[in-house]
């Protein structure tokens, strides 16, 4: 994906259909050039203004050169851009048709289309984000709740960067003085004391644990997770929902197999997202409709990251309990017991229902909105291990490891240290955490892990 720095791109920034206002941006060397091409200005201007709102006529490049849109043109000049390029925005009506045309007319002047992620792709080789602020600009654009948005914010402003390039920066400079001590053995130039070696290793090791103690909550406040509902017919799997949802959702009824379709919605849990799956009861049936619904159930189960197993309080167990149960059980994942309709008369004890699955049980009545213990259970199953505010949040399942692969090379480092072994082993582990802790901020980076990283960036940004 990485392409020549010597090129102009262009793109739509705006989101796709009718609104207030559609930009196409453009980054380059000749964005300037390109712009003026395409844009009429609207009185004595010959050069746009930097950071200065032009009006102008938008309009196709080729004679009779007919106006397509007229809007603003901003002109924000490298280094001190997005990108650190020259950046040229059109800003126009919004809409699909008028927007397209706009950006037609830019690459006929001479722009090419940017690819995804491209902008903040040249904004991190100009120096003007590392490759961990650069992730933030997706996650901010991404982000499904106010706690992932700040956490996005955060990594944005630098906070977990900082704190990386400290270790990588202690990491290399024992290495400096290790490298010394091996060249220049035989020049009298002092070891670096092993007692000071290992406490600076262990004081290194000690920040990466605090940082990576709040990484698992760091990727559910940016990822979330998949709840999915399931048990036998009529246990109020769908009543559940609606109340977790606090809208109706799904459709209640009285009649078993009403849910033939895994149904889908998300909603906020303590600022963390949730994907709830409503299924179709499992049970044998010889409905083929039925029958597809079920299997979607299984495959819901499958994919699902805790199973919500929904008992009927109100009637005794039955053999599609426990058949539900059971699958719950060999699906190997966390797990809650609901029992629900407890505003009815129990008809069998809360041990009951522990028996059936190895997890936590609570009691609810959906129909009357009463799931604080549903929610109570889930937060008890994401536990807590919140960031630290000082060192940044870590809300990226690429980033974990490569801390964690630091960490792991650290431990060869001090293990060398400690053994009494020569300063050359010791480095070996310092430089790999260095490779490690590089590949967070992006010294480290290879043109395929950013063709990865960027390819999933919409384009326009």
């Known amino acids: 994906m990485t392409r020549a720095l010597s090129d102009t791109i262009a793109a739509v920034a705006t989101a796709p259909g009718p609104g207030g206002i559609g930009i196409v941006r453009l980054s380059g060397p000749e964005a300037c050039g390109v712009a003026q091409r395409v844009a009429r200005f609207r009185g004595d201007v010959e050069r746009p203004?930097?950071?200065?709102?032009?009006?102008?006529?938008?309009?196709?490049p080729a004679p009779p050169h007919a106006v397509i849109d007229d809007g603003l043109l901003l002109y924000m000049p490298g280094p001190n851009s997005y990108t650190g390029e020259d950046v040229i925005e059109l800003q126009g009506h919004g809409g699909v048709l008028v927007t397209t045309r706009v950006l037609d007319a830019v690459l006929r002047a001479g722009a090419r289309p940017a690819e995804p992620g491209e902008f903040t792709l040249r904004a991190f080789l100009n120096g003007r984000l590392d490759l961990a602020q650069a992730e933030a600009v997706a996650d901010l654009v991404a982000a499904p709740t106010a706690e992932a948005l700040a956490a996005a914010a955060d990594?944005?402003?630098g906070r977990l960067s900082g704190s990386v390039r400290d270790l990588r920066r202690a990491c290399l400079d024992l290495m400096a003085r290790l490298e010394a001590e091996i060249d220049f053995a035989e020049e009298d130039v002092p070891a670096v004391p092993r007692d000071e070696l290992r406490r600076t290793l262990e004081s290194i090791d000690e920040?990466?644990?605090?940082?990576?103690?709040?990484a698992d909550r760091g990727m559910l406040q940016r990822h979330g997770f998949r709840v999915v509902l399931v048990g036998s017919p009529n246990v109020g799997k769908s009543s559940l929902m609606n109340a977790l949802l606090a809208t109706e959702r799904a459709i209640v009824t009285e009649v078993p197999g009403t849910t033939r379709d895994v149904v889908e919605e998300s909603f906020n849990l303590d600022g963390i997202p949730v994907r709830l799956s409503d299924t179709a009861g499992l049970r044998p049936t010889d409905d083929p409709v039925e029958r597809i619904g079920v299997?979607?159930?299984?495959?819901?189960?499958?994919?699902?990251?805790?199973?919500?197993?929904v008992l009927d309080g109100s009637r005794a167990l039955v053999d599609a309990d426990r058949d539900a149960a059971r699958q719950v059980a060999e699906a190997d994942k966390a797990a809650i017991v609901v029992v629900n309709k407890s505003d009815l008369t129990s008809a069998f004890p809360v041990e009951d229902a522990a028996g059936l699955v190895d997890a936590p049980v609570c009691r609810t009545s959906a129909i009357n909105g009463d799931v604080a213990a549903v929610r109570a259970a889930l937060r008890e199953l994401i536990g807590d291990g919140a960031p630290n505010p000082d060192l940044g949040t870590v809300a990226s399942l690429r980033h974990k490891k490569a801390l964690e692969r630091a960490r792991e090379e650290l431990a060869g480092a001090r293990e060398a240290a400690s053994g009494g072994l020569p300063a050359d082993f010791i480095a070996i582990g310092l430089g790999g955490a260095v490779q490690a802790l590089g590949e967070v901020t992006g010294e480290s980076a290879t043109e395929d892990?950013?063709?990865?990283?960027?390819?999933?960036?919409?384009?326009?940004?």
């Open 155 to 157: 990594q944005l402003g």
């Open 295 to 309: 299997d979607r159930s299984g495959a819901a189960l499958a994919a699902a990251d805790v199973a919500a197993l």
């Open 449 to 461: 892990l950013l063709d990865t990283i960027f390819a999933k960036f919409c384009i326009g940004k």
């Open 207 to 214: 920040t990466l644990e605090a940082i990576l103690a709040g």
């Open 49 to 60: 203004r930097p950071r200065y709102a032009h009006r102008v006529d938008v309009v196709d």
